[in-house]
Protein backbone atom coordinates (compact mmCIF):
# COMPACT_ATOMS: atom_id res chain seq x y z
CA UNK A 1 0.00 0.00 0.00
CA UNK A 2 0.71 3.64 -0.12
CA UNK A 3 1.86 3.93 -3.29
CA UNK A 4 2.87 7.22 -5.31
CA UNK A 5 3.20 7.59 -9.12
CA UNK A 6 4.54 10.04 -11.40
CA UNK A 7 3.63 10.87 -14.93
CA UNK A 8 5.28 10.99 -17.48
CA UNK A 9 8.83 9.52 -15.97
CA UNK A 10 11.11 11.58 -18.11
CA UNK A 11 9.91 14.66 -20.54
CA UNK A 12 12.49 16.27 -22.87
CA UNK A 13 10.90 19.58 -24.02
CA UNK A 14 12.40 23.07 -25.81
CA UNK A 15 12.94 26.28 -24.19
CA UNK A 16 10.36 28.75 -23.54
CA UNK A 17 7.20 26.00 -23.03
CA UNK A 18 5.66 24.66 -20.06
CA UNK A 19 5.42 21.22 -19.43
CA UNK A 20 3.47 19.86 -16.49
CA UNK A 21 4.24 16.87 -14.44
CA UNK A 22 1.18 14.47 -12.71
CA UNK A 23 1.34 13.28 -9.16
CA UNK A 24 -1.03 10.54 -7.91
CA UNK A 25 -1.53 8.77 -4.54
CA UNK A 26 -2.93 5.38 -6.13
CA UNK A 27 -4.15 3.63 -2.57
CA UNK A 28 -5.08 6.42 -0.13
CA UNK A 29 -6.05 10.03 0.42
CA UNK A 30 -3.20 12.30 0.38
CA UNK A 31 -4.42 15.72 2.50
CA UNK A 32 -0.47 17.09 1.62
CA UNK A 33 1.96 16.56 -1.04
CA UNK A 34 5.27 17.82 -1.47
CA UNK A 35 7.40 18.93 -4.57
CA UNK A 36 10.99 18.64 -4.75
CA UNK A 37 14.17 19.42 -6.84
CA UNK A 38 16.77 17.02 -7.15
CA UNK A 39 20.73 18.11 -8.91
CA UNK A 40 22.94 15.30 -10.15
CA UNK A 41 24.18 13.97 -7.02
CA UNK A 42 23.03 16.05 -4.97
CA UNK A 43 20.01 16.20 -1.96
CA UNK A 44 16.31 16.92 -1.90
CA UNK A 45 15.36 20.20 -2.03
CA UNK A 46 11.77 21.21 -0.84
CA UNK A 47 10.18 23.47 -3.46
CA UNK A 48 6.32 23.54 -2.04
CA UNK A 49 3.51 22.09 0.37
CA UNK A 50 0.44 21.40 -1.15
CA UNK A 51 -3.03 20.81 0.79
CA UNK A 52 -6.05 19.58 -1.13
CA UNK A 53 -8.43 22.43 -2.21
CA UNK A 54 -5.82 25.25 -1.02
CA UNK A 55 -2.57 26.92 -2.13
CA UNK A 56 0.69 25.54 -2.23
CA UNK A 57 3.27 27.07 0.47
CA UNK A 58 6.46 27.90 -1.85
CA UNK A 59 10.17 27.45 0.10
CA UNK A 60 12.11 30.94 0.32
CA UNK A 61 13.97 31.19 -3.61
CA UNK A 62 11.05 29.30 -5.26
CA UNK A 63 9.26 31.21 -8.04
CA UNK A 64 5.32 30.84 -7.48
CA UNK A 65 4.63 31.90 -10.69
CA UNK A 66 7.75 29.67 -12.32
CA UNK A 67 6.58 26.15 -10.51
CA UNK A 68 2.75 26.32 -10.77
CA UNK A 69 1.45 23.69 -8.18
CA UNK A 70 -2.31 22.67 -8.03
CA UNK A 71 -3.72 19.76 -5.53
CA UNK A 72 -7.00 19.90 -7.17
CA UNK A 73 -8.14 16.15 -5.99
CA UNK A 74 -7.00 14.25 -2.82
CA UNK A 75 -5.11 11.89 -5.13
CA UNK A 76 -3.63 14.40 -7.51
CA UNK A 77 -1.21 17.02 -7.47
CA UNK A 78 0.08 18.41 -10.52
CA UNK A 79 3.72 20.84 -10.78
CA UNK A 80 3.49 23.03 -14.08
CA UNK A 81 7.01 24.30 -15.07
CA UNK A 82 6.04 26.99 -17.02
CA UNK A 83 8.25 29.08 -19.93
CA UNK A 84 10.95 26.23 -19.10
CA UNK A 85 14.71 27.25 -19.56
CA UNK A 86 17.45 24.57 -19.57
CA UNK A 87 18.56 25.45 -16.12
CA UNK A 88 14.72 24.19 -15.02
CA UNK A 89 16.57 20.88 -16.32
CA UNK A 90 16.24 18.12 -13.19
CA UNK A 91 14.77 15.73 -11.54
CA UNK A 92 11.55 16.30 -9.73
CA UNK A 93 10.35 14.16 -7.27
CA UNK A 94 6.82 14.34 -5.09
CA UNK A 95 5.40 12.50 -2.32
CA UNK A 96 2.33 11.93 -0.07
CA UNK A 97 1.43 12.03 3.34
CA UNK A 98 -1.41 11.13 4.62
CA UNK A 99 -3.01 11.77 8.12
CA UNK A 100 -3.48 8.41 9.18
CA UNK A 101 0.33 8.02 8.96
CA UNK A 102 1.99 10.20 10.86
CA UNK A 103 4.36 12.27 9.29
CA UNK A 104 5.83 9.77 7.13
CA UNK A 105 5.89 10.44 3.25
CA UNK A 106 5.36 8.60 0.39
CA UNK A 107 7.94 9.27 -2.43
CA UNK A 108 7.27 8.94 -6.34
CA UNK A 109 9.84 7.83 -8.72
CA UNK A 110 10.75 11.30 -9.75
CA UNK A 111 10.39 13.05 -13.45
CA UNK A 112 13.39 13.86 -15.59
CA UNK A 113 12.75 17.11 -16.86
CA UNK A 114 15.44 18.16 -19.75
CA UNK A 115 15.02 21.71 -21.47
CA UNK A 116 16.78 21.92 -24.74
CA UNK B 1 18.01 27.60 11.07
CA UNK B 2 17.22 23.97 10.52
CA UNK B 3 19.68 22.26 8.76
CA UNK B 4 20.52 18.26 8.96
CA UNK B 5 24.07 17.65 8.11
CA UNK B 6 25.86 14.43 6.62
CA UNK B 7 29.22 14.86 6.34
CA UNK B 8 30.02 12.05 4.26
CA UNK B 9 29.52 11.96 0.64
CA UNK B 10 30.56 7.90 0.15
CA UNK B 11 31.41 5.18 2.51
CA UNK B 12 33.09 2.11 1.35
CA UNK B 13 33.23 -0.72 3.62
CA UNK B 14 33.59 -4.50 3.00
CA UNK B 15 30.50 -7.23 3.77
CA UNK B 16 30.74 -8.22 7.15
CA UNK B 17 32.08 -5.09 8.45
CA UNK B 18 30.08 -2.24 11.27
CA UNK B 19 28.90 0.34 9.44
CA UNK B 20 28.17 3.87 10.73
CA UNK B 21 26.53 6.61 9.02
CA UNK B 22 26.82 9.95 10.68
CA UNK B 23 24.14 12.63 10.65
CA UNK B 24 23.78 15.54 12.83
CA UNK B 25 20.66 18.47 12.96
CA UNK B 26 20.30 21.81 14.15
CA UNK B 27 16.29 22.63 15.21
CA UNK B 28 14.82 24.58 17.84
CA UNK B 29 12.27 22.83 19.02
CA UNK B 30 11.46 18.74 19.16
CA UNK B 31 12.03 17.43 15.57
CA UNK B 32 11.39 14.32 14.09
CA UNK B 33 14.23 12.04 12.92
CA UNK B 34 13.99 9.49 9.83
CA UNK B 35 16.49 7.83 7.73
CA UNK B 36 15.36 7.55 4.24
CA UNK B 37 17.29 4.94 1.49
CA UNK B 38 17.41 4.65 -2.17
CA UNK B 39 18.68 1.79 -3.89
CA UNK B 40 19.60 2.25 -7.52
CA UNK B 41 17.06 2.85 -9.64
CA UNK B 42 14.22 3.12 -7.32
CA UNK B 43 12.34 5.07 -5.58
CA UNK B 44 12.99 7.14 -2.21
CA UNK B 45 11.98 5.17 0.96
CA UNK B 46 11.33 4.80 4.41
CA UNK B 47 14.32 3.17 5.96
CA UNK B 48 12.96 3.91 10.02
CA UNK B 49 12.53 6.66 12.29
CA UNK B 50 13.50 7.77 15.67
CA UNK B 51 10.43 7.36 17.24
CA UNK B 52 9.39 3.87 16.32
CA UNK B 53 12.54 2.87 18.00
CA UNK B 54 12.28 -0.46 15.94
CA UNK B 55 15.51 -2.12 13.63
CA UNK B 56 14.59 -2.40 9.92
CA UNK B 57 16.73 -4.52 7.53
CA UNK B 58 19.52 -4.77 10.84
CA UNK B 59 19.77 -1.37 11.18
CA UNK B 60 19.17 0.89 14.12
CA UNK B 61 19.73 4.57 15.05
CA UNK B 62 19.47 6.47 18.45
CA UNK B 63 18.45 9.85 18.74
CA UNK B 64 21.40 11.49 20.58
CA UNK B 65 19.72 15.14 21.85
CA UNK B 66 23.11 15.98 23.56
CA UNK B 67 24.85 15.91 20.69
CA UNK B 68 22.14 16.19 18.46
CA UNK B 69 22.98 13.34 16.41
CA UNK B 70 20.85 10.29 14.74
CA UNK B 71 23.50 7.75 13.33
CA UNK B 72 22.53 5.21 11.67
CA UNK B 73 24.47 1.83 12.93
CA UNK B 74 24.32 -1.46 11.27
CA UNK B 75 27.03 -4.37 13.36
CA UNK B 76 27.30 -6.64 9.59
CA UNK B 77 26.87 -4.72 6.19
CA UNK B 78 25.76 -6.71 3.43
CA UNK B 79 26.13 -5.95 -0.31
CA UNK B 80 22.76 -5.74 -0.67
CA UNK B 81 22.75 -2.54 1.36
CA UNK B 82 24.71 -0.36 -1.42
CA UNK B 83 22.48 2.12 -1.94
CA UNK B 84 22.48 6.25 -1.08
CA UNK B 85 21.31 7.33 2.37
CA UNK B 86 19.71 10.14 3.53
CA UNK B 87 19.14 11.64 7.03
CA UNK B 88 16.05 14.03 7.40
CA UNK B 89 14.51 15.91 10.00
CA UNK B 90 10.33 17.04 10.48
CA UNK B 91 9.09 19.40 12.77
CA UNK B 92 6.41 21.95 13.14
CA UNK B 93 3.17 21.30 11.69
CA UNK B 94 3.50 21.14 8.10
CA UNK B 95 5.11 18.20 8.47
CA UNK B 96 7.97 19.17 5.40
CA UNK B 97 11.30 17.33 5.27
CA UNK B 98 14.43 18.56 5.26
CA UNK B 99 17.06 16.16 4.06
CA UNK B 100 20.46 15.55 4.46
CA UNK B 101 22.96 15.74 1.55
CA UNK B 102 23.40 11.76 1.76
CA UNK B 103 26.03 9.38 1.87
CA UNK B 104 26.52 6.96 -0.77
CA UNK B 105 27.05 3.28 1.05
CA UNK B 106 29.21 0.88 -0.72
CA UNK B 107 29.32 -2.55 0.28
CA UNK B 108 32.37 -4.41 -1.20
CA UNK B 109 32.49 -8.44 -1.38
Known amino acids: GAVVSQHPSWVICKSGTSVKIECRSL??????MFWYRQFPKQSLMLMAT?????????EQGVEKDKFLINHASLTLSTLTVTSAHPEDSSFYIC????????????FGPGTRLTVL | AQRVTQPEKLLSVFKGAPVELKCNYS??????LFWYVQYSRQRLQLLLR??SRESIKGFTADLNKGETSFHLKKPFAQEEDSAMYYC???????????FGTGTLLAVQP
Open chain 2, 27 to 32: YSGSPE
Open chain 2, 50 to 51: HI
Open chain 1, 50 to 58: SNEGSKATY
Open chain 1, 95 to 106: SASTSGRMNEQF
Open chain 1, 27 to 32: DFQATT
Open chain 2, 88 to 98: ALSGGATNKLI
